[in-house]
């Protein structure tokens, strides 16, 4: 910490005020109500879904927002977002409150600290991992510990320092962001490219070569899951995966269900998932996802709940991993033909009707290779972003850093 600059507990130097109840006596308002969903990742407040709720007014009178105030995220979070998210309230028109999962903090002595440090210096905190120690949990949710959050020692250098730093803060953090967008442009690019490469891939005239044909004529199989539970029995090796299991053009195991050998081996004789069978999801929320089955001992011990579809393309006819993609670039049509109002469900009927285009085996190949090739400097790309959003985040971090020990 700089020489010079003083240090006071932040409960010391802000009033905290406890989130707004709706109540149920007249007279009532109409207010803006800011929520955890307006709060971003980078604790900015995001105002396209303020919500707005009839409130007694005397709970208002109380809870009312002024421009200034810091709004704290106390409750809620969850295993990658630990609470303590903090928002500035930046509006001067208008009744505005906050909920009883948020608090307010307000500066006492505004000629001492700015609003604006110190919600950096709030900020910081979080994306520090300062607040993530605070927590307690109940009933699934977490809660800031009200107590020790007060405690946070806060520096408070001159004001025209806090403003200068801000202004530091506010430049490097623009310049960011510029970054992180041009990387997320670069990696929406190379998708736009492979989806319209595999749109293009199978629309269009084609040669007298390619035939149509429907999806059930060129499978041995099309059938769906078990329309049924099955016992868990932990350990047993024998998987009975769902929708939430096709995951980035494979299956994921992550948390997967284990069965008994005797549930499995009654839905396995009908389904007989093979290395390389194609996996897709027929109803909900994800239908048409699709995944090829593994090339793995796991595959010959897994079978599906009816929410995911195994399809069987006949070796002789088409490839595998071609009809995988064919499907893909399907996917709009698939979801049209699915029926059900709260759920969309395809139909393993609708799903053999289905009208693909076949060129003979030799080209299927040449067409995969091709795609595979885009797919792979895609995934190669989304591996890069992700890797440069997280160098982003921790420059972020270290910038706050020495911003609050008076080295920037």
């Known amino acids: 910490m700089k020489p010079g600059w003083k240090v006071e507990k932040l409960g010391d130097v802000c009033d905290f005020f406890n989130g707004l109840w709706t109540g149920k006596k007249p007279p009532f308002i109409n207010v803006g109500v800011i929520r955890n969903t ?233 389904t007989n998932l093979m290395p390389f069978d194609i996996c897709m999801v027929n109803t909900g929320a994800t239908i048409g996802k699709i995944a090829l089955a593994p090339d793995d001992p796991k595959t010959f011990r897994t079978t599906f709940q009816k929410s995911v579809a195994i399809i069987k393309p006949i070796p002789s006819i088409v490839e595998n991993t071609f009809c995988c993609y064919h499907l893909k670039s399907d996917l709009a049509k698939l979801v049209k033909v699915s029926s059900g109002s709260a759920q969309k469900n395809l139909l393993i009927g609708d799903m053999k009707d289905h009208l693909v285009r076949i060129p003979p085996l030799a080209e299927q190949r040449v067409i995969v290779e091709r795609l595979d090739a885009l797919s792979a400097e895609t995934v190669r790309l989304e591996a890069v972003y992700r890797q440069k959003v997280a160098a982003l985040e921790e420059l972020k971090k270290s910038v706050l850093q020495r911003a609050f020990e008076g080295s920037l």
């Open 38 to 270: 307006n709060f971003t990742k980078d604790c900015e407040l995001d105002d396209s879904d303020i919500v707005y709720l009839d409130v007694e007014q005397a709970q208002f009178r109380k809870r009312s927002l002024q421009y200034g105030d810091i709004i704290l995220e106390k409750s809620g979070g969850g295993p990658k977002q630990p609470v303590g998210r903090v928002v500035i309230f930046n509006k001067e028109i208008g009744d505005f409150s906050f909920s009883n999962f948020t608090s307010a903090i307000r500066i006492k002595d505004k000629s001492r600290l700015d609003f604006r440090f110190l919600h950096r210096y709030l900020f910081s905190a979080y994306v520090s991992g300062v607040t993530e120690k605070m927590q307690s949990h109940s009933t699934g949710i977490r809660n800031l510990k009200f107590d020790e959050y007060k405690q946070i020692p806060v520096p408070i250098p001159p004001l025209p320092e806090q403003q200068r730093i801000v202004a530091v803060l506010d430049e490097a953090f623009a310049s960011i962001a510029q970054v992180k967008t041009n990387v997320e442009r670069n990696l929406v690019n190379a998708r736009e490219l492979f989806e319209s490469v595999l749109r293009g891939t199978f629309t269009g005239s084609k040669s007298e070569k390619w035939q149509i044909k429907k999806l059930g004529d060129v499978c041995s199989l099309i059938t769906d899951g078990k329309h049924g539970d099955s016992e868990n029995e932990s350990n047993s090796g024998y998987y009975f995966l769902s929708a939430k299991n096709v995951k980035d053009g494979t299956l994921s195991y992550d948390d997967a269900r284990e069965i008994t050998r005797k549930d499995f081996e009654e839905t396995h004789r009908r």
